[in-house]
């Protein structure tokens, strides 16, 4: 996105607000002019390309290297990129980039023609005739599926992501290709349309600097994520890089110092290292930011060091030479040599206080864990380490995981939204009662325990110990814990652990189970969980009557009450929602009966305006006078629409008061941002059930994989009421901001909230 789009969309104020969360005053930085594009030379780019191959494969490899190039430049003849270069200059550019992974000339070739299926009119027969089987299928691999029709652009990259994602748990050299291609893309975005820049930088943080960050290969994973946040972000990105610069200045002096105090020390202790300034991706410190919602000045580790030794015991002596020279941060020493994460990652962090308290991060890890952190998986064609083998098994077993996923999934969509949570990096190790470590997503459950160890066990299970306690089995799992799973031979999978399960196995193999179901079990479920759910909020479904449940049914797209049962039953439908839609219908309908008189001092009709919601206690309210309709619409004195039509027709609008002691319930907007969509929401529910009111309407957007955004109408009965239900929501851990709506008029919010697209 440019800078003028994001202008149009987000206003000044929220750029200020950020610049005042990491602590800068100054002027935003002005965009440079862009140079005119040197022109490119495809032969010549194509000959530094042969010339980099022989220096590790035979002559025959670069002659069918030089082959394909031939291929692909015939194929793309009269094809141009939006800079106007020719078109093959950007598949010499993925195969420089697989070439400078040492990757195979199958590889090498399959990357010259990456886009020669897709964009000519050559077919796989035509291509496996001339270079294999092989190379075609990985070509195959990364084509996108053009040429199929879908319902929506989100089906057709499910569709797209899907195909890829077999292909690589049939080859994996497919996603070093796609990765490859995506590099370049986004080197080059700038000359891309404005409108599309933010789309292809959004699917890129999703997707590939995931996938990226999976697959251990961090040099990517940080180009590919700074290069989305500068284009998703503009601004932000400037703001913060100008922030990071400015503070390595003022601390140039400070960190030298601590640069040779701790390379002397090392080696005073004949400790055989190399300390490096290691730059942190600008996008990781404005991760922490918002998730720890902080300011810039008091993220600990945006100045750190790599310390480089030659073995596993030097990394924890080199641990205790730099805590002996400074002091260590409590809480913010990590052991992912003890225990790798599942991408293989293996370091020591530690935050120590430098000279004048000054926090300085130290990683320390061996060369060979150096190699496998920055190249991940092609460190196996890079270096053929022990390490990287072990890495090359661990990335075939999750490919297998996803095949199991995708055999479970019951569409395309289904599929990317149980995948998008295992491509994802935040990771809990916990034990089984034998000892054996188990890799689960952050937040999950003894269910997606039972699920992870073995399908079965998850379809039984009945209950949990965690460290020899009973627990819960929806109960969050923490690092270091041991869970023993207990199953029932009678027992079958419940709806509602998917509102809690995290991983993609989990809620596959629970959807698949309820998919099973016929009409009569899944609506006899339903009606089991919604009595469940009832009873945990104690609120009574006894005095429900035909009506009120028909207005829920309908309102829902069903055509009887089973069928809103049986979607319960079978997990289409949240039972807590469908359980306050039911409650507030009944509710709705006590109140039009009760309710005999005006409750405003008005003449005439009035109608509560729904851009704002005005409730009893709120202080300032003001009527708008529609003569036409002999209507007085009541709005909050701060909302926008409020303000805005007092300027225009000031006649009109006039002061109004709560008349004294009404009692009845009144339509109340929130928004709410959570960090866990799944598990959050039947937390709020219960907070909202616990507070005497209920949820008659709900809308969710999704602003990432974790963050999602809700947008609930509730009954309340005054603002006092109102704010006891928002304070009982923030209380949350999982909620990140709950507001009134449309509060934005009356106090600006917390500068977490992202910049409208």
Avoid at 365 to 394: F, K, P, V
Wanted: hydrophobic share 35%; aromatic share 6%; glycine share 6%.
């Amino acid at each position: 996105m440019t800078e003028e789009n994001a202008n149009t969309f987000a206003p000044s104020s929220l750029a200020d607000a950020f610049k005042r969360v990491i602590g800068l005053k100054e002027d935003l930085p002005t965009e440079k002019k862009n140079e005119p594009p040197k022109p490119v030379n495809p032969v010549a780019s194509a000959n530094q390309l042969a010339e980099r191959c022989r220096l590790y494969l035979s002559s025959s490899d670069v002659n069918k290297i030089r082959e394909a190039f031939r291929y692909a430049d015939e194929a793309h003849l009269g094809q141009y990129r939006n800079s106007g270069d020719p078109y093959i200059t950007h598949p010499i550019a993925v195969a420089e980039v697989l070439a400078g992974w040492h990757l195979d000339a199958q590889v090498i070739e399959a990357g010259l023609m990456h886009d020669v299926l897709e964009d000519t009119g050559i077919t796989k027969i035509e291509m496996s005739e001339k270079f294999g089987i092989v190379v075609t299928e990985l070509v195959d691999g990364v084509s996108k599926l053009d040429k199929l029709k879908f319902s929506s652009n989100e089906e057709a990259q499910a569709e797209s992501f899907h195909k890829m994602l077999l292909a690589m748990s049939r080859d994996v050299r497919v996603i070093l290709i796609k990765l490859a291609d995506r590099l370049h893309n986004m080197r080059t975005l700038g000359a891309v349309k404005p409108h599309k820049k933010f789309r292809i930088a959004k699917e890129t943080m999703e997707i590939y600097v995931a996938i990226a960050h999976r697959l251990g290969m961090y040099s990517v994973y940080r180009e590919l994520s700074d290069i989305s946040f500068s284009f998703m972000y503009p601004r932000r990105y400037r703001i913060l890089q100008d922030a990071v610069r400015k503070s390595r200045e003022k601390r140039r002096i400070v960190l030298e110092q601590v640069k040779h105090e701790a390379a002397d020390a090392l080696a005073r202790n004949k400790i055989r290292a190399e300390v490096e300034d290691k730059e942190k991706g600008l996008w990781r410190v404005y991760s922490k930011m918002k998730e720890r919602k902080i300011r810039f000045s008091e993220v600990l580790d945006v100045h750190n060091f790599r310390v480089l030794v030659p073995t596993r015991e030097d990394c924890y002596r080199a641990l205790g030479v730099i805590h002996a020279s400074y002091k260590p941060v409590p809480g913010r020493f990590k052991d992912f040599v003890a225990i790798p994460k599942s991408n293989g990652y293996q370091s020591l962090h530690t935050t120590v206080l430098g000279p004048k308290g000054i926090p300085v991060e130290f990683i320390i890890r061996t060369h060979e864990m150096h190699h496998i952190c920055e190249d991940g998986i092609t460190a196996h064609w890079l270096y053929r380490d022990r390490n990287s083998d072990d890495l090359q098994s661990s990335t075939q077993a999750w490919l297998q995981s996803l095949l199991d996923i995708q055999r479970q999934s019951g569409t395309s969509l289904e599929f990317m939204e149980n995948i998008k949570v295992e491509i994802f990096p935040d990771r809990v190790y916990v034990f089984t009662p034998k000892g054996r470590i188990v890799q689960l997503t952050k937040g999950s459950t003894a269910v997606d325990f039972a699920y992870q160890i073995h399908s079965d066990i998850g379809n039984a299970c009945i209950g949990c110990r965690i460290n020899g306690e009973p627990s819960l089995l929806t109960r969050q799992l923490h690092n270091g814990e041991m869970v023993e799973i207990i199953t029932g031979p009678k027992a079958c999978p419940n709806p509602q652990w998917l509102a809690t399960v995290r991983t993609g196995r989990a809620r596959a193999e629970i959807r698949q189970y309820l998919r099973q179901l016929d009409k009569d079990g899944s609506t006899e479920l339903g009606r089991n969980l919604l009595n469940t759910v009832a009873d945990q909020q104690h609120l009574s479904l006894k005095n429900l009557t035909d009506s009120n449940w028909e207005r829920v049914w309908k309102s829902n797209g069903f055509d009887s009450k089973e069928g809103l049962l049986s979607a319960i039953g079978t997990g289409q439908k949240d039972p807590a929602l469908v359980l306050h839609l039911l409650h507030s219908a009944s509710t709705a309908q006590q109140v039009a009966t009760e309710i005999k008189s005006p409750i405003l001092n008005l003449k005439g009709n009035f109608k509560l305006a729904p851009c704002c919601t005005p409730v009893p206690s709120d202080d300032e309210i003001l009527g708008h006078y529609i003569g036409a309709t002999n209507t007085t619409h009541i709005h909050r004195k701060g909302c926008s629409h409020c303000q805005r039509g007092f300027r225009v027709d000031p006649e009109n609008w006039h002061e109004q008061q709560w008349a004294p002691d009404v009692k009845r319930v009144y339509a109340c907007k929130l928004d709410v941002e959570v960090s866990d969509t799944h598990a959050t929401l039947e937390l709020i529910t219960s907070a909202i059930a616990q507070q005497q009111s209920s949820i008659t309407g709900f809308n969710m957007i999704q602003l990432s994989p974790d963050v999602a955004r809700l947008m609930l109408t509730i009954q309340v009965s005054d603002s006092r009421h109102l704010q006891k239900i928002i304070n009982a929501i923030r209380a949350i851990d999982t909620v990140r901001l709950a507001t009134r709506h449309l509060e934005s008029d009356l106090k600006m919010k917390p500068v977490d909230v992202e910049e409208e697209q």
